[in-house]
């Protein structure tokens, strides 16, 4: 029998199946855990920039992830474990991350650690790994590449609208980010190679805010309309439904909030597909939100005419999960009834942009009421319960209850301001 054999020394023979496998659940589990904190601090970031644009690359994230997770799957067939084994520092890293002193360190440590660090490690991955043999995951990780470098640019940008104002809070986060960065760096950062256990400090419990931080030059209140705190208010026709439903969108923050709020809250007991669906469910909201914006600000609206409440965010607040998650689906998609009508009317008088936002709000919603009603059933069944209809009942009834309950606390001060407030956008348009 003959000794010679063809020569397969080759670059593309690099990695074998199970080598890919390994790299490929280190990328998934550290953009799995991104995901989590960068949900978590939505409702701690100061900048309403901040908090309205993050959720898209928190999308974009668990969409890259997700890739990830099934691709590692297709790799080891017939094993769907993902054991976190050595990679456990990276992921405890990416927690302590979450424990930044304030939203201006948090965004830095995106932006200057994590961000850049995947993006050298998906480059340093395609250049290496073998676009035959592993062709699939080059589509999905080129794109998460493109994704991230586009993603440091924007955190560029959101990053000073979260800079704290007194010094101490500045210094405080040079300090927190210069040992995040010598951290990660012992831990020998993100690469292909395993990490090196570290040393962690132990943070303090990071939990999302209750109180929403809410920065800018928005005209702050609880009570974002009128008809909110006073029956004879009307919703209106014409302009002044124009306007109403533009801060109605450009409201949707709170929905923004809680969505952030629950993915960080939920994660662990609904698992990955909570985290998928979440992920898509709070950069819609996001995406109401910018609608709202952007319509008021096309009519000439300056920041510091427009307001912004809490009173929806507020009403969960210390309460149980079951009814901050019902919160989202109920107040949410209580008016997709109406929507139709709205963009009918939208479409008559001839502005073409609330009815194109409408229409496209519309069918995020039926995504989401589909959302609602799946993980409310699932986090009822970790509680053992049965789900039956009554139970949604019973939810939105506690829900409308907390709603209504907070809109009774309303002060005089309170509804005189906001009257001001829309009498003065309406009179402003009405020319
Ligand atoms: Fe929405
Ligand atoms: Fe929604």
Known sequence: MSTQYLPGAHKRGSFLRYDTAVMLKRFYLVERQLVISQAGWIP???????????PHMLWQDAQNANSLRERVFELRFPNRMLEVGDDQVL???????????????????????????????????????????????YRFLQLAARE????????????????????????LAEAWLADLAMKFQEAGGLSLDRPVPVQLAADAAFSPAEVPRRGGAFQHVRFYWPDIVDDAFPYGEGLQLQMRS????FNEVWAVENA?????????QLEWEFIVDASRWIYDESRHCRMGY??????????????????????????????RLGMLFHFES?????????IKSFGQMNDRLSQHDMDFDWADETIHTSYGTKWLAKLLEHRKQETSTSDFFDIKRVCEQLVDKQVQTATEAEIVAIKRIAGHMLSKVSG
């Not at 900048?47 to 644009?53: G, M, P, Q, R, Y």
């Not at 533009?246 to 969108?249: I, P, T």
């Open 44 to 54: 701690g970031l100061p900048s309403f920039e901040a908090k309205t644009l993050s």
């Open 91 to 137: 992921i405890d890293l990416v927690r302590h991350s979450c424990a930044a002193p304030n939203g201006y360190a948090f965004l830095t440590a995106m932006a200057t650690v994590w961000k850049p660090a995947l993006l050298a490690a998906y480059r340093e991955y395609l250049d290496l790994a073998d676009e035959i043999g592993d062709g699939p995951t």
């Open 148 to 171: 991230k470098e586009e993603q440091i640019g924007l955190l560029k940008q959101l990053i000073p609208t979260c800079e704290e104002a007194d010094e101490a809070g500045k210094r």
């Open 246 to 249: 533009a801060v109605s969108h």
């Open 260 to 268: 952030g709020f629950l993915i960080h809250a939920l994660a662990e």
């Open 294 to 323: 952007d319509r008021l600000k096309s009519w000439g609206f300056e920041d510091h005419e427009l307001p912004l409440g809490t009173y929806i965010y507020d009403s969960c607040r210390g309460q149980d999960l079951l009814y």
């Open 334 to 342: 209580k008016n997709i009834g109406k929507k139709i009508e709205r």
